[in-house]
């Protein structure tokens, strides 16, 4: 267990009280008590209501993908059920004040919500209302709830939290948003049902929503994230996110906080297909847009600049990396999320990004504050514990402690097991981390398994056009390359040089290593020529790519013996 020393300051008596920070509310869905063909409603109104607040300058709303990340840690939403008590632990996890939230029933066309406003320190329900109205009226009733919980929250008193304002242009701002047709919002809910479980098929409804209503910008935004960031089809992801672009600008809302979360979008898919100038510029951008709006403490800003964080630790600049966590770090911080699962995380992401540094130190620092929260919280068998172990076990091998990164990785992968994830992309990950360590150590036929167990898991999701799939084709043909095995080692050198290429990622280090090992295996054969072709393009990859490592110094030499 990593250790280190507590310092307890002492502090005056008599200090001054501190101020009040923002109002942080969390969206619980409403749950469907009705008939189950009306569950989708629950993921639309979710989704608007989150929307609807981001616009409101009096509060941080956390987002739907970190209050998704709670309701995994406590193993809520598996009976359906409403407990009040449950949804308040999950509040208390992501550092909410207030949660709405609240159940529905839709009958012969009419619908009754019945929202909720909770104060998650006291337990207290500060409002309740009933909301009726009919299915062809469902916007008319969202905006309701919306301003209904609003309402609520103005008169809440909550101890050092700012009382919250809104101003009649915010409401009329909420009343007055474009909508989409009917039959379109609901492929639309529906796809934000989905797409967690089933990436695919959330993606086939968003495709449907803005097939059925063309001026549908936020199913346009979600199909472009979902076609870039879990399925690598770069260019239509971008036509997509072009798409919403145009609608956006046609209905004057350039200067809105709906346009900065397009260009944040737009920003990560460059990223993902290491367009790496035009992503900076797309991040910039959204950067600029949320500042001029005043929106520099909502959660989506400092989503944004996470995202920043993580660009620039894979151009390698670690001390810009670190910049944009900690303005991240300070805001959460401004807001009293210190203590919370989201903060947690945010520390393990920059002991990732200390340790590419070579600051080992503060790699265990921060890995160490994040176990203390996670720990504090009572979350030694999540998730993100999990998360934690690998990256802890990441570090380890950095120092060359196989033995103990392959701890770490084994702790994260039984930990896993235990939440029953072994069919989901991150255990896969887990598999190819151990997977790695035994390769390393000559157990060939352990890592063959365990990387082909990894591409079982990838195959059931959906998930063999990816730069991780092409990796883990590569590795796999490197270990029967070991094991003798000349002609499964180019066959799957082959998969992944073509996978490669059809996903436009040529220019990589992924591709350096792919082009080095392929060359080597050549070379085995007694084919010097193809070998010393390979060994330069492999230079020229690492080259491109601004790589100064062993490996392209090895690609030089062997080029230039074998005549290229």
Request: charged letters at 25%; one cysteine or more.
């Amino acid at each position: 267990m990593i250790r280190t020393l507590i310092h307890i300051l002492v502090i005056s008596a008599f200090t001054a009280p501190l101020p009040a920070k923002k109002m942080v509310v969390l969206v619980y869905p409403f749950v469907n008590t009705g008939a189950g063909e009306y569950s989708w409603v629950s993921a639309g109104m979710t989704d608007t209501v989150v929307s609807d607040l981001n616009t409101l300058k009096d509060i941080y709303v956390i987002s739907e993908a970190d209050r998704k990340s709670a309701v995994k840690e406590i193993e809520l939403g598996q009976t359906g059920l409403f407990d009040e008590k449950a949804v308040a632990r999950a509040g208390t996890l992501a550092g909410a004040d207030l949660i709405f939230t609240g159940s529905y029933m839709v009958r012969d066309g009419k619908i009754r919500v019945h929202a909720k406003l909770i104060n998650v320190a006291t337990g207290v329900l500060e409002k309740s209302v009933k909301i009726d109205g009919t299915m062809d009226g469902i916007f008319d009733v969202q905006d309701r709830v919306v301003l209904e919980l609003m309402s609520g929250t103005e008169k809440a008193a909550i101890r050092n939290v700012a009382k919250v304002s809104i101003s009649g242009e915010e409401k009329e701002n909420i009343k007055n948003k474009p909508r989409p047709g009917l039959d379109a919002y609901e492929w639309y809910a529906r796809g934000m049902e989905t797409r967690d479980l089933d990436p695919g098929k959330g993606l086939e409804y968003f495709k449907k929503a803005f097939s059925v209503d063309p001026t549908y910008a936020a199913a346009y935004i979600k199909a472009g994230y979902l076609e870039g960031s879990e399925f690598n089809r770069y260019a239509v992801a971008m036509e997509h996110l072009k798409t919403a672009e145009k609608i956006l600008i046609a209905q004057n809302r350039r200067e809105h906080s709906e346009y900065a979360f397009l260009l944040m979008n737009f920003g990560i898919v460059c990223t993902v297909k290491r367009d790496l100038p035009a992503a900076l510029e797309y991040y910039t951008r959204s950067k600029e847009l949320y500042t001029r709006l005043g929106l520099t403490v909502k959660n989506r800003y400092t989503g944004l600049l996470m995202n920043i964080g993580s660009f620039y630790m894979i151009i390698g600049d670690m001390e810009l990396s670190l910049k944009y966590y900690d303005e991240s770090k300070s805001i959460m911080e401004r807001i009293g999320l210190r203590n919370t699962f989201v903060y947690a995380k945010l520390l393990m992401n920059m002991g990732a990004v200390y340790q590419k540094k070579g600051s080992a130190d503060e790699a265990v620092r921060n890995f160490e504050l994040s176990r203390r929260i996670l720990e504090a919280l009572e979350l030694t068998g999540t998730g993100s514990y999990a998360s934690l172990l690998v990256n802890i076990g990441v570090h380890m091998m950095e120092r060359g402690d196989r033995d103990g990164a392959l701890d770490f990785y084994a702790r994260a992968k039984k930990i896993s097991e235990g939440l029953k994830l072994e069919n989901t992309n991150e255990y896969a990950s887990i598999l190819m981390n151990i997977a790695i360590i035994h390769s390393m150590n000559k157990n060939h036929d352990e890592a063959i398994a365990l990387y082909l167990r990894s591409k079982q898991i990838r195959d059931g999701l959906g998930l063999g056009k990816t730069r991780d799939y092409a990796t883990l084709l590569m590795n796999l043909g490197t270990n029967y390359r070991s094991k003798g095995n000349r002609t499964k080692a180019m066959e799957h050198y082959k998969q992944s040089d073509s996978l490669f290429r059809e996903l436009g990622m040529t220019g990589n280090i992924s591709y350096g290593n792919l082009m080095l090992n392929t060359a080597s295996l050549y070379l085995d054969a007694g084919d010097k020529n193809m070998a010393g072709k390979l060994f330069r393009r492999a230079y020229d990859v690492y080259t491109k790519a601004g790589y100064t490592g062993r490996n392209r110094d090895l690609a030089l030499k062997y080029a230039k013996m074998y005549g290229h």
